[in-house]
């Protein structure tokens, strides 16, 4: 047992970093980057998998093929190609000032996170009985009507779980921006590690508010899914009977 008493480890510096105003930014950092990203795919993402169900082959391709793409590619590959190939391509002083890595960043894990989220909405589609689509149309609405008002708040239960352990994959993968020089927590770890030699005492902060994080959206995730899970045994009736209530007693549908 003579080698545990080689080990090297100062438990005082985990404490002194866990709350360094340096540490704490990157923190900060991390988050932007993962929240702005997210709601840049969520958005985009529901777009594509819109275009994806579609019949219409002009539609559905150009979003099958960029789903490929983004899904295909190494998510470090398409950081450097939109950080330092957009600044070869476009050799104009207004786009290199206002390209910053944090917005190159957030652009890159937004447009991948897209083609992920882009399948979850389609599986969440694809989840509802196809009928309510013909019966809506019977009823009179048009097809973006049906979607927005009785397809997808039906998928939104089968969407809500992968979509929480999306945004928890990409909280950490923000990790790999330091490829192109953001600062994010463990990037800034690296950094205040390679200064002062104690590696495994900043990786440890950085692991500790990675856990602290990932448990909070996680609790949060639980939570929306318990409180959805008890609002849809205590309503009994679909989204499509109240459509169809509303149809029924005359009043419009928009």
Same mark, same amino acid.
């Given at each position: 047992?003579?080698?545990?008493?080689?080990?090297?480890?100062?438990?005082?510096?985990?404490?002194?970093?866990?709350?360094?105003?340096?540490?704490?930014?990157?923190?900060?950092?991390?988050?932007?980057?993962?929240?702005?990203?997210?709601?840049?795919?969520?958005?985009?993402?529901?777009?594509?998998?819109?275009?994806?169900?579609?019949?219409?082959?002009?539609?559905?391709?150009?979003?099958?093929?960029?789903?490929?793409?983004?899904?295909?590619?190494?998510?470090?590959?398409?950081?450097?190609?939109?950080?330092?190939?957009?600044?070869?391509?476009?050799?104009?002083?207004?786009?290199?000032? #206002?390209?910053?890595?944090?917005? $190159?960043?957030? /652009?890159?894990?937004? %447009? *991948?996170? =897209?083609?992920?989220? @882009?399948?979850?909405?389609?599986?969440?589609?694809?989840?509802?009985?196809?009928?309510?689509?013909?019966?809506?149309?019977?009823?009179?609405?048009?097809?973006?009507?049906?979607?927005?008002?009785?397809?997808?708040?039906?998928?939104?239960?089968?969407?809500?779980?992968?979509?929480?352990?999306?945004?928890?994959?990409?909280?950490? #993968?923000?990790?790999?921006?330091? $490829?192109?020089? /953001?600062?994010?927590? %463990? *990037?800034? =770890?690296?950094?205040? @590690?390679?200064?002062?030699?104690?590696?495994?005492?900043?990786?440890?902060?950085?692991?500790?508010?990675?856990?602290?994080?990932?448990?909070?959206?996680?609790?949060?995730?639980?939570?929306?899914?318990?409180?959805?899970?008890?609002?849809?045994?205590?309503?009994?009736?679909?989204?499509?009977?109240?459509?169809?209530?509303?149809?029924?007693?005359?009043?419009?549908?928009?």
């Amino acid at each position: 047992m003579d080698w545990l008493l080689a080990i090297r480890y100062d438990i005082d510096t985990v404490g002194d970093f866990l709350f360094n105003p340096i540490i704490l930014r990157a923190l900060l950092q991390t988050l932007y980057i993962a929240l702005l990203a997210m709601v840049l795919g969520v958005g985009l993402g529901v777009v594509l998998a819109v275009m994806r169900v579609s019949r219409n082959p002009f539609v559905s391709v150009p979003a099958g093929v960029y789903i490929w793409f983004w899904r295909a590619t190494p998510v470090i590959l398409q950081l450097l190609a939109l950080w330092f190939g957009l600044r070869q391509l476009i050799d104009e002083d207004i786009f290199r000032d #206002n390209w910053t890595r944090f917005r $190159a960043a957030v /652009v890159t894990f937004g %447009l *991948n996170e =897209a083609a992920y989220m @882009a399948e979850i909405v389609r599986g969440g589609i694809q989840s509802v009985e196809s009928g309510q689509m013909d019966a809506a149309k019977s009823l009179g609405m048009t097809n973006l009507q049906a979607l927005r008002r009785i397809i997808l708040p039906q998928a939104f239960r089968v969407i809500i779980p992968p979509t929480g352990n999306e945004f928890i994959a990409l909280l950490k #993968n923000t990790s790999v921006a330091f $490829a192109i020089g /953001v600062v994010e927590l %463990l *990037n800034a =770890a690296k950094i205040q @590690a390679a200064r002062n030699f104690q590696v495994m005492e900043l990786y440890t902060v950085a692991a500790i508010w990675y856990l602290v994080l990932v448990s909070i959206f996680s609790l949060g995730q639980a939570e929306l899914e318990r409180v959805m899970a008890v609002s849809e045994r205590e309503r009994p009736e679909t989204l499509f009977s109240r459509a169809l209530a509303i149809v029924s007693s005359g009043r419009r549908v928009v």
